[in-house]
């Protein structure tokens, strides 16, 4: 159990300058407790693989613990939910991130458990192209459930937030500061709302400045709590091309949006898929067969036809092609059906949870 001993030495370590969380959970796990950490002879805990002399430089209650003292007494008067890295209840995800943060605080209704959780992440300068992509995509992917993660910027971000809310999904905003403030303050209207639908998530404390440095080691929460990262919009340098690459580190599932070669905004996402760190993502369909949701849906259960289902007249023409064909790929049932490709992976989609269609490895659709 967390006793709030060992969550005031905790903080105590957070605040020890140069060690860092990866050597944070390494002298934790070889002594036993933060607590344990502070009061070990320092020639002991150099022994640690990987503990050197300058991370345990600035090792000192006397230096630390009254910083920790108030920090704690905030967390006490706000009643702060609080996840520990060797809780139950710290995410499976982030438990296998070496550099994943020893503490977090969140606020709002977040259930991160056994769940389909994906990150958005783009330009702060989103265009139409990108925030009807993005919201498509979000409303596509309902039916599935999966827990949206962004870092309530502005542009993608807040599109990718706002889109999970209006579609009644979970969403984790991840932030850059302290949970006693929103940054930009324009967003606090979407506060409340969010945390209803979710919550925030950040490991930083209620006294930290705000500074940029902040935004990268976000970015690594982002990456790390989900298992795929989806860059929907970005010049050729930005926030969100870190946070791919750190997705990329944690071996986990990359997407970029291609645009065109001219567009500004799109010059990160197509360096992306050229230099093949990212899956090109036309569609949710895309996303939903590359992470095998499909898949694991199936594998779980028989599906069955249900009686007396109602079809939309699209839905109609696609499952009667089906009908006649048995099994036919995504890209033949379009241009057969003479829709788009990203409109009939929706309506494969609908048809699927109404148990008329099952996915097939390799885009092979086939009626039940």
Known sequence: MFS?????????????????????????????????VFKEKKHR???VAGIGSLKLKELSLTEQLPAAETELKYIRQNNINYRYFLDENYPERLKHCLDGPILFFESGTINLKNRKTISIVGTRKVTTYGAVFCRQLVETLAPLNPIIVSGFAYGVDITAHKAAMDSGLQTVGCLA??????????HKKYVARLK???????????????????????????????EATIVIESAE????????????SYNRDVFAVPGRATDSQSQGCNNLIKSNQAHLLNS???????LGWELEETSKKPQQKQLFVELTEEEQKVFTYLETKQKELLDTIALECRFPTFKVATLLLNLELKGLVRPLPGKLFEAI
Do not use: C
Request: overall charge neutral; glycine content about 10%; cysteine-free.
């Open 4 to 36: 709030e001993t060992e969550l005031l030495y905790t903080l105590a370590l957070q605040r020890v300058k140069n060690l860092g969380d990866a050597s944070a959970k390494k002298l934790i796990r070889a002594v036993g407790s933060a607590e344990g």
């Open 45 to 47: 805990l150099l022994k």
């Open 177 to 186: 500061h302290g949970l006693n403030q929103i940054y930009p303050k324009n």
């Open 196 to 226: 209803e639908n979710g919550g925030f998530i950040t490991e930083f404390w209620s006294d930290d400045p705000f500074d940029r440095n902040n935004f990268l080691k976000r970015n690594r929460i982002i990456a790390g709590l989900s």
């Open 237 to 248: 340098k930005g926030g969100s091309l870190v946070t791919a690459d750190i997705a990329n």
């Open 284 to 290: 949710a369909e895309d996303l939903i067969y590359m």
